[in-house]
């Protein structure tokens, strides 16, 4: 196999960490989720699961890619044995899936700010949107174009392509989200946004959903059990202090979330009464996003100013991601025997085909979503086994300790990664399946056509793993050459 090109510093694994991280789900999801889940008493929560969930396995990441120097599948193989790959694969299959409909995302965000820049006229946002939605070429076209965007920048390598541009997205990312927090802040009003956001009412804390939801936000929006983490760091050098790296990222997620939270909420408490900001923040990520910004910025000073920005920054953070998922989808063919770009090629290919039904179809997304967003449990509880059958005080001394002057981790730590993460999987998965079957869909949560039961997530995720298994050895021995 030979020796994979590194990145150049600390700083640019950081860097390229906080563009995998930082996505959409952070400026859409959270401040909708915060403001759902009792405001500031939800921050509490999720500031506690960036420690108990999120930081254990960015750390476990980092230290699998690192130690096997291969992606996902080469590494579960190379580790904890080749018949163990088929995990690998599962993980590598999610986030593929994930890439698939995300690339929509992108384009979406790429096709708004296009917009926002041109002054267009808005008039009814829901109908704009829905015209846009529906229609079929120009979602495709933007689909494509962000498929071949971060296709381009990851083949032009790890220092050329991804580290470049993430040295420009993420300062940028983060500029544009502090002059949106400014101009927010700034309205008449907004201190009721920031009251709501920053001072807690702790009975919320006695509501087991406030907890779940919030452990759900941290493990999605850090990108914690995803395998990019993993992808990145067969990258780094072997002296590289991942604790260090693995604190930056997760902690730069959520600062990133907060700007988020202060752009989105003071504005909507500003300009519309409680109940109208409390209605919008329901809406959903996409009618959030798409509906009521338009429709907050055209009634906010200069909002013609500051739209673009808000789509600007939503775009960098989706584009950042779209290169992680780019990368691991690459790094597992990579590591088959592939070229860098014979390999982009192919991942580029499938995701302009694959991602077309979620391009024409909101329908087809949601269940997308709905899907392999809930499978990144699955995958986090992966890594978790992972570092367990390696065994837990090994995996500590030689994949995290091991490297001189390296930030040590105690056993705590191992004590985090083989009981409380597992614990906290059930926590989720059993409180989702609940949700599924008695209040998202009681009648039909068996059925595998409907968008958001139990039935279809059975039924693809069983597919995906039926498969893995079945061609576990092939795939082992292919992503070890």
Not at 136 to 148: D, T
Not at 159 to 175: D, Q
């Amino acid at each position: 196999m030979p020796r994979p090109e590194l990145f150049s510093s600390r700083w640019a694994i950081i860097a390229a960490g906080l563009g995998m991280a930082v996505g959409t789900g952070n400026l859409w999801r959270f401040p909708r989720v915060a403001a759902q889940n009792g405001g500031a008493a939800f921050l509490i929560p999720w500031l506690l699961f960036l420690v108990l969930w999120s930081l254990p396995l960015l750390i476990a990441e980092f230290g699998i890619g690192r130690g096997a120097r291969r992606g996902p599948i080469g590494a579960f193989a190379t580790l904890i044995g080749r018949r163990n790959a088929w995990m690998g694969g599962f993980i590598a299959v999610t986030t593929a899936m994930i890439m698939f409909y995300y690339a929509v995302v992108t384009g979406w965000t790429l096709k708004y700010f296009f917009a926002s820049v041109a002054g267009g006229q808005w008039g009814d946002t829901a109908e704009y949107w829905a015209q846009y939605s529906t229609s079929v070429w120009q979602p495709v076209l933007f689909h494509v174009a962000a498929v071949l965007l971060a296709g381009a920048i990851v083949a032009r390598g790890v220092a050329g392509g991804i580290e470049r541009a993430n040295k420009v997205l993420i300062p940028t990312l983060f500029v544009l989200l502090l002059v949106a927090v400014a101009r927010a802040v700034t309205l008449e009003g907004a201190g009721e946004g920031l009251r709501f956001l920053f001072q807690p009412d702790l009975s919320a804390l006695a509501d087991y959903r406030t907890w779940l939801e919030a452990l759900t936000q941290s493990a999605w929006s850090t990108g914690a059990g995803w395998g990019l983490v993993l992808a990145y760091a067969v990258y780094v050098r072997r002296d590289e202090d991942v604790v260090v790296s693995s604190v930056a990222i997760g902690v730069g997620n959520n600062v990133a979330s907060l700007l988020a939270g202060m752009a989105i909420l003071p504005t909507a408490f500003a300009i519309l009464s409680t109940s109208e900001a409390l209605e919008a923040m329901a809406a959903g990520n996409v009618g959030l996003t798409f509906i009521w910004v338009p429709r907050l910025f055209e009634l906010v000073p200069l909002g013609q100013f500051f739209l673009p920005v808000f789509f600007l920054a939503l775009f960098c953070a989706a584009l950042s991601s779209l290169i992680a998922m780019t990368e691991l989808a690459a790094r597992v063919l990579m590591d088959g025997g592939m070229s860098r770009w014979a390999a982009i090629r192919v991942v580029a290919a499938a995701a302009v085909v694959c991602g077309i039904p979620s391009a024409v179809s909101i329908a087809v997304f949601e269940n997308q979503d709905w899907v392999w967003g809930l499978g990144l449990m699955i995958s986090g509880l992966f890594i978790s086994v992972a570092a367990t059958r390696y065994g837990q005080e090994r995996f500590r001394n030689e994949l995290i300790n091991g490297s001189p002057g390296a930030t040590q981790v105690g056993r705590v730590y191992s004590w985090l990664l083989k009981y409380l993460v597992p614990a906290e999987f059930a926590a989720m998965f059993g409180w989702w399946m609940y949700q599924s079957v008695a209040v998202y869909d009681a009648a039909e949560w068996w059925n595998p056509v409907r968008t958001f039961s139990l039935g279809t997530c059975l039924l693809q995720w069983g597919t995906a793993l039926l498969l893995l298994r079945m061609f576990n050895r092939r795939i082992a021995a292919a992503s070890t050459r």
